[in-house]
């Protein structure tokens, strides 16, 4: 399972500066994003109202079903 790790612009926290060729040799699945605070206060909302159990949970989501639009990965 994948991690997304989100962080907001009142308490950022240095994160690793690894190229994506990098994370694929040493096998680390997490993706690291830093949004503007009311952004993260949003997709906490949306999040919670589409019954997610957390607001990774829902951007994984996200990035899944635009990645089968796009026709990048089939879901069995």
């Known amino acids: 399972m994948k991690n997304v790790?989100?962080?907001s612009e009142e308490n950022p926290r240095e994160l690793p500066r690894?190229?994506?060729e990098d994370l694929k040799k040493v096998?680390?699945?997490s993706i690291h994003i830093r949004i503007p605070s009311e952004v993260k206060d949003a997709l906490i909302?949306?999040?919670?109202?589409k019954n997610f159990?957390?607001?990774?949970?829902y951007i994984r989501?996200?990035?899944?079903?635009?990645l089968i639009s796009l026709g990048c990965?089939?879901?069995d």
């Open 53 to 57: 159990r957390s607001v990774s949970e």
């Open 61 to 66: 989501f996200l990035i899944e079903k635009e």
């Open 73 to 75: 990965v089939e879901i």
């Open 5 to 7: 790790n989100i962080t």
């Open 45 to 49: 909302e949306i999040a919670a109202i």
């Open 18 to 20: 690894i190229f994506y």
């Open 27 to 29: 096998g680390d699945d």
